[in-house]
C-alpha cells in the first residue's frame, strides 16, 4: 500500500468539492467562528510560495476550529478593482474585465491545489456589479450623513439640515470650514445651490480641491506610497502636483475613535503603535500672527504648535509651499527664488518630503509680527512643513526643536538667544539666562502650566484659542481612472446629486480607450453618454470594495441587502484576521472607519471589523547568481573569485539567475544556455567539474528570478507536505528564506507516518489491540501540545510535536487503531489529504473534517515514577528510576540492592541515605 499523494490529493480534493464539504451555513446551533485573509489582488504572475503563507496558517486554524465543534466561516474572494490591471491592459491591448477574469481563474486553480478550505459557494470579486452595487450603496450612506460631535456618530444629514433650519449652525462647527457661521435667517435666505455647498463641508463623503500625485503617463493619481524619487513605481514615469477636484473621505472625524477602538481589539503592539502614529493626536495652540509684507494681500498668519509657550523664542516661521497664501507672501525680489523652489517641491511625494534630511527652502520677502514682542520673524517656504498638518504653517523655534535649529543654522538665520522652555524642569539652554524681559510671567512655571498660562493670554487678546489636531488626514477617495466603481453621482449645476437606491449598480460601461480625459479627468470623460448623463467621471480607488468584504462574506448572494442585520448579528466581528503589516494605515484604517460608519447608521451591530489580527511574515527568496566576466560570454564559478566584483583583477559583473535551473548551489548549465539567447555561447570557469552559484536572502519577486511555483512544488512533493513546510519554517510572524531542499525532510516524515498505518508489500498494518500506557502517554502528550500550539498559532512547533510523535511511535511499534486515529484528526488540520485517505482507510464512516477533536486526560501523561541521580558522598554515581509513591524504608531497600550502588560501598554499610523525595538520593558511607 503505497503513499501515492498526488493520486490520494486529487481524489479528495475531487470528493469535498461534490460533497460540498466546506459549505457553511448561517444558521447553525454551533458557536460560530469566521476566519478570514486579506483577500488577494489577482495579478498575470500569479501564485509564488510566499503567497499562501497566510493562507495555509488560516486555513489550519479553521480545520481546528471545526474539529472542535465550531461553525467556521473562512471564505475567499478577489480584490480584482485597481490600476495594475488596467496598466496591463493598456500595454497589451485586453479589456481589464478579460485579464482579470483569466488572472482569477489561474488564482484558483493554484488555491484548490494547496487544498484550502474555503467555501467557494461565497466567493466575492470586487469587480462584479453584484458586489459593487453595495460599494456604491454605502458611499451612498456616507454621502447622506455627517458627523454629530456631539454625540460622536455619524447619522442623517437631514437632521443636520433640520437643526440648521433652527438654529443655524452655532451648535455644529463645521468641518469643512472652521469659521462657517449662520443663522436660522441665513440659512432661510441661501440658495440651494449655496446650501448644498455648505453641506458639502459637512457630509462624511465629500468633494474637494486638493494637490495630488499626478501621473500623465498612466492617466491617474497615485497614492504617495506610489511614487518614488518624483516618479511612479509602476512604470518610473514623472508625477508632478496637480490640483483637481476630488472625493474624500472624512475619516478624521473619526480620529479619537479609532484611537480608543484599538484598547479593545487585538492587534499587535506593532501595529497599535503604527495607527497610533499615523493619526498622531497632539494638543496645542492655533495663534494668528499679524503679517508685514509688499503686497499687503495678507492680514495674518495662522500657525499650529503643541509647545505655544515657546512663542518667545520663534525666530522664523516656515509655510507647506502648497498653501495658496504662498503667493500673497512673496516679495518681487524674492518672487524668482520663490518660484523655482516651488517647481522642485512639486515633483516631491508626501512621504519623500517626510524622510529628506537635506535641508530645502526658499526666503518670502514677508514677515511675522509676534504679538508679544512686535519682533519682525522672516517667513520662510519648506518642504518639510506639509499643508495637510495643522494649519500648513509653523512658528519655528532653533533653540528648542532639533530641526529648526538645523534649518535657523543652514540658511544663517539669527537664533534668539533665549530657550522657549523658561520654566523649571525642562533641559537647559546653554544661553537661557539671557531672557526676553517680555517672558517673565513664564519665570519658574511648570511647563504645563506655561502653555495653559500662554492659551489664556492669546485667546484673551483674540489672537488664538485651544485646538487638538491629528496628523491624520482625509485621504483622496477618487483616481483619475478607468478600472475601478463607478461614483453614483450626478453633477447638475455645479451640485453633486446622488442616484437613487433603485439606480444602482451604475455598472461600469465598456471602453476601448483608457486615455486620460481633457483637463486631468478619468477616461469615463471620453463616453459622450456617460458625460451627457452628468455622471461623475471618476471612478473610486482600490480601497473601495476591500473597506467591506468581509461582510459581504456573510450574506454574499442577497440582492436586497449588503448584508441582512439577522445575517451580520449572527456571524458579527472577525474572529481572526490573517494579512501583512503593508496595510496598517491603508485598507485596515478604512476598513475600520467603514465599520464604525455603518454601525453608527444602525446597518450593523459591531462598531470594530476584527477581533484578532495576525500579521504573517514574509518568505523570502534565495536568490542565485552567475559570475561574468564583463565584455564576454565567460561565466566563473563562485569560488574562484577573489572578491564578487573581480576575477584576477578584471571586473566580474554579478547577474540574477533563475533558481528553478539551481540545484541546491550547482547551476545547470545546460538548461542555462537554453534559458535566455543572451546566454546562448555562454563558457564556464567551473570548481571540481561544477558551477557553483552565489546566494543572498532577498524578497522573492520576477524580477530577482527568485520566485518558486507552488505548483511545481505541489506536484513534486504533495499539497500536504508543501503545507507543512510552509509552517515548519519557523513562526508564521516573522519572514524566512525559502528553500527547496528543505522540504524533502517534511516529505520523508509524513512517508514514516504512512508507514504506521501501511506497509508497500503487507498492506494495512493496525490493528485492534489495547493501546500500552507508553502509547497513550504519546499520544496525549502530542494532544495537549498540538491544541496548545494551535490555539497560539505556533504552527512550526506543532509541525515539530508531530514529528516527534511519529518517531516515538516507530520506536514503540505502535500500530493501534485507538491511537492512530486520533493521531489523524490531530493531523487533519495541517495535512488533510493524507489523513483523511487513512481515516478511511482503517474502517472509519464518514469524513475526517467532522471527527471530533482528541480530548486530552491527564492521566495518561501524569508520571507514576522518577530517575533519581544516586550519589556516593555527595558524588553521583548511577541512576535509579523508582516509584513516586515509595517510601524511605523501600528506597534504602532498592538502593541496596543496585550492583552499581554496591559497587561503590565497596562492602562498606552506608551510615545513612538521604532521601529528597522528587529530587535525589545520597548514600553516605
Request: net charge negative.
Amino acid at each position: 500500500m503505497e503513499y501515492s499523494f498526488r493520486q490520494i490529493e486529487q481524489k479528495w480534493q475531487q470528493q469535498w468539492k461534490t460533497t460540498n464539504a466546506y459549505k457553511v451555513f448561517n444558521d447553525s446551533t454551533r458557536p460560530k467562528c469566521y476566519v478570514l485573509d486579506m483577500f488577494p489582488y489577482p495579478s498575470g504572475a500569479g501564485l509564488h510560495v510566499g503567497h499562501p503563507l497566510g493562507y495555509i496558517a488560516s486555513d489550519i486554524y479553521s480545520r481546528y476550529k471545526r474539529l472542535k465543534g465550531y461553525n467556521v466561516l473562512h471564505p475567499m474572494g478577489y480584490d480584482a478593482f485597481g490600476l495594475p490591471a488596467e496598466q496591463y491592459a493598456i500595454e497589451h491591448g485586453v479589456h481589464p474585465a478579460i485579464s482579470t477574469d483569466q488572472n482569477i481563474n489561474n488564482f484558483r486553480k493554484q488555491l484548490d491545489n494547496i487544498g484550502f478550505c474555503f467555501d467557494w459557494d461565497r466567493e466575492v470579486r470586487t469587480c462584479e456589479p453584484g458586489y459593487y452595487k453595495w460599494t456604491q450603496w454605502i458611499f451612498l450612506q456616507l454621502f447622506n450623513s455627517f458627523f454629530n460631535r456631539h454625540n460622536g456618530k455619524a447619522e442623517p444629514i437631514s437632521a443636520l439640515v433640520a437643526a440648521f433650519e433652527t438654529e443655524g449652525n452655532i451648535n455644529h462647527d463645521c468641518p469643512g470650514n472652521a469659521r462657517l457661521r449662520f443663522s436660522a435667517a441665513d440659512w432661510a435666505g441661501f440658495t440651494e445651490k449655496h446650501r448644498q455647498e455648505i453641506l458639502m463641508d459637512y457630509r462624511l463623503a465629500y468633494c474637494g480641491y486638493g494637490e495630488v500625485n499626478w501621473c500623465e503617463a498612466l492617466g491617474t493619481v497615485l497614492a504617495n506610497d506610489e511614487v518614488v524619487n518624483g516618479v511612479s513605481e509602476r512604470g518610473g514615469h514623472l508625477v508632478i502636483k496637480k490640483r483637481l477636484r476630488q472625493w474624500y473621505l472624512r475619516i478624521t472625524e473619526y480620529a479619537d475613535r479609532l484611537l480608543e477602538g484599538l484598547e479593545r481589539i487585538e492587534f499587535s503592539d506593532a501595529m497599535k503603535e503604527m495607527q497610533t502614529n499615523w493619526i498622531g493626536k497632539s494638543f496645542g495652540a492655533e495663534i494668528d500672527f499679524a503679517v508685514k509684507s509688499e503686497q499687503g494681500a495678507l492680514n495674518k498668519l495662522r500657525v499650529y504648535t503643541t509647545r505655544p509657550d515657546t512663542i518667545f523664542g520663534v525666530d522664523f516661521m516656515v509655510v507647506a509651499p502648497e498653501l495658496d497664501i504662498v503667493e500673497c507672501l512673496k516679495s518681487s525680489g524674492q518672487a524668482a527664488a520663490v518660484d523655482e523652489y516651488l517647481d522642485y517641491v512639486k515633483s516631491r511625494s508626501e512621504r519623500e518630503r517626510m524622510a529628506e534630511k537635506k535641508i530645502s527652502g526658499v526666503f518670502t520677502g514677508a514677515y511675522a509680527l509676534n504679538p508679544f514682542d512686535g519682533r519682525e520673524i522672516p517667513i520662510w517656504i519648506s518642504e518639510y512643513v506639509l499643508a495637510g498638518y495643522g494649519t500648513g504653517a509653523i512658528m519655528a523655534v532653533p533653540c528648542g526643536d532639533e530641526r529648526d535649529h538645523k534649518f535657523a543654522e543652514h540658511f544663517n538665520i539669527p537664533i534668539t538667544n533665549i530657550i522657549g522652555s523658561l520654566y523649571n524642569g525642562v533641559e537647559a539652554n546653554p544661553t537661557k539666562d539671557a531672557l526676553l524681559e517680555n517672558s517673565g510671567f513664564l519665570n519658574g512655571v511648570p511647563m504645563r502650566d506655561a502653555i495653559e498660562i500662554v492659551i489664556g493670554k492669546i485667546e484673551a487678546m483674540g489672537i488664538g484659542h485651544r485646538k487638538v489636531n491629528f496628523r491624520m488626514r482625509d485621504a483622496a477617495f477618487s483616481r483619475q481612472r478607468y478600472w475601478g466603481e463607478p461614483f453614483p453621482i450626478q453633477w447638475k449645476d455645479g451640485v453633486a446629486v446622488p442616484l437613487e437606491e433603485s439606480a444602482l449598480p451604475l455598472e461600469l460601461p465598456h471602453v476601448d480607450s483608457y486615455r486620460p480625459g481633457p483637463e486631468g479627468e478619468g477616461p469615463l470623460a471620453n463616453i459622450p453618454e456617460w458625460v451627457a448623463r452628468e455622471l461623475e467621471t471618476n471612478t473610486m480607488p482600490g480601497y473601495a470594495g476591500s473597506s467591506w468584504y468581509f461582510l459581504r462574506y456573510m450574506d454574499p448572494h442577497n440582492d436586497k441587502s449588503f448584508c441582512d442585520r439577522k445575517v451580520s448579528d449572527y456571524w458579527g466581528q472577525v474572529d481572526l484576521y490573517i494579512g501583512g503589516t503593508e496595510h496598517a494605515v491603508g485598507h485596515l484604517l478604512y476598513s475600520r472607519m467603514w465599520t464604525k460608519a455603518l454601525y453608527d447608521l444602525g446597518h450593523i451591530g459591531f462598531d470594530e471589523p476584527y477581533k484578532k489580527l495576525v500579521n504573517q511574515g514574509m518568505i523570502q527568496g534565495s536568490s542565485r547568481f552567475v559570475y561574468r566576466l564583463h565584455g564576454t560570454h565567460t561565466y566563473i564559478s563562485k569560488g574562484l573569485l577573489d572578491r564578487e566584483d573581480s576575477y584576477q583583477g578584471k571586473q566580474v559583473d554579478k547577474l540574477h539567475v533563475d533558481v528553478n535551473i539551481v540545484d541546491g548551489y550547482e547551476l545547470d548549465t545546460n538548461e542555462f544556455k537554453t534559458w535566455k539567447p543572451d546566454f546562448a555561447d555562454a563558457e564556464f570557469i567551473l570548481e571540481d567539474g561544477k558551477y557553483i552559484c552565489g546566494s543572498e536572502v532577498e524578497k522573492m519577486s520576477k524580477s530577482k528570478f527568485n520566485t518558486v511555483n507552488p505548483d511545481l512544488i505541489v506536484e513534486k512533493f504533495g499539497a500536504d507536505t508543501f503545507r507543512m513546510y510552509e509552517m515548519f519554517l519557523g513562526p508564521v510572524e516573522i519572514s524566512k528564506p525559502w528553500d527547496t531542499k528543505g522540504i524533502e525532510g517534511v516529505h520523508r516524515f509524513l512517508k514514516k507516518l504512512w508507514r504506521l498505518f501501511a506497509d508497500e508489500e503487507k498492506g494495512l498494518l493496525v490493528t485492534n489491540e489495547t493501546p500500552t500506557a507508553a502509547e497513550l502517554k504519546v499520544l496525549h502528550k502530542t494532544i495537549r501540545k498540538i491544541e496548545e500550539d494551535t490555539e497560539r498559532f505556533s504552527f512550526n512547533t506543532a509541525v515539530s510535536s508531530f514529528m516527534i510523535c511519529v518517531n516515538e511511535l516507530h520506536d514503540l511499534k505502535c500500530r493501534k487503531k485507538s491511537v492512530l486515529e486520533q493521531l489523524l484528526v490531530l493531523l487533519t488540520p495541517y495535512a488533510p489529504h493524507l489523513c483523511e485517505e487513512l481515516w478511511q482507510q482503517i474502517g472509519n464512516e464518514g469524513s475526517v473534517l467532522d471527527a471530533g477533536f482528541p480530548k486530552f486526560e491527564e492521566q495518561y501523561v501524569r508520571e507514576s515514577s522518577k530517575a533519581y541521580p544516586v550519589a556516593i558522598n555527595g558524588k553521583t554515581r548511577t541512576e535509579i528510576t523508582i516509584t513516586l509513591d515509595a517510601d524511605q524504608q523501600q528506597v534504602e531497600a532498592i538502593i541496596m540492592a543496585d550492583p552499581a550502588v554496591v559497587k561503590w560501598l565497596e562492602g562498606k554499610s552506608p551510615k545513612k541515605v538521604i532521601y529528597v523525595k522528587n529530587k535525589m538520593i545520597n548514600v553516605v558511607i
